[in-house]
Structures are given as C-alpha cells and as structure tokens.
C-alpha cells in the first residue's frame, strides 16, 4: 500500500487502493527491491520509498522471532483472500 509516496504494510488488508504481497523476510524485500518489484505490483511509474515498510517489517519479524533473523515461528500458511 502506498500512502505519501511510501510503501507501508497493510497487516489487516483494508486500506483502500492496490496492493501488493510481501513475505515476512527481510532478504525477500531486498529482492523486490532490486529488481522494482513493487512498481510493477502496485502500477506505478516509479519506484516508492521503502524506508517504512522496511522499518515496520524489521519490527513484525524482531516481534514474531525475537531475533529479527529467522523465520522460524512465523505462520508460513497462505493468506487467502475471505472475499
């Protein structure tokens, strides 16, 4: 989701507008960002900062791991849409 030109997650996904899917792992938005994943995702002609996302990733990992290195206890199963 991008709100003021940034990206920020949307953990209740109910923010309106387009949105794109993010893996709780830091290594994975490192990618996205290299490769401008999130411009193409969200249909924008450039790229947005992700200094917040990145910053509010860090914490949810930190928060669910304790270490903010391993994924290990996040709950890996498929977020399916309830709509």
């Not at 953990?11 to 387009?18: C, F, T």
């Not at 999130?38 to 990145?54: C, K, Q």
């Amino acid at each position: 989701m991008i709100s003021d030109g940034e990206l920020a997650l949307d953990l209740r996904r109910s923010l309106p507008g387009r949105g794109a899917w993010v893996h709780p792992d830091l290594g994975c938005l490192s990618k996205a960002e290299r490769r401008r994943a999130f411009a193409r995702a969200l249909r924008v002609p450039e790229p947005s900062d992700t200094g917040r996302l990145r910053a509010q990733l860090e914490a949810l990992v930190h928060r669910t791991t304790g270490t903010g290195h391993s994924r290990t206890g996040l709950d890996e199963r498929k977020q399916v849409d309830p709509s």
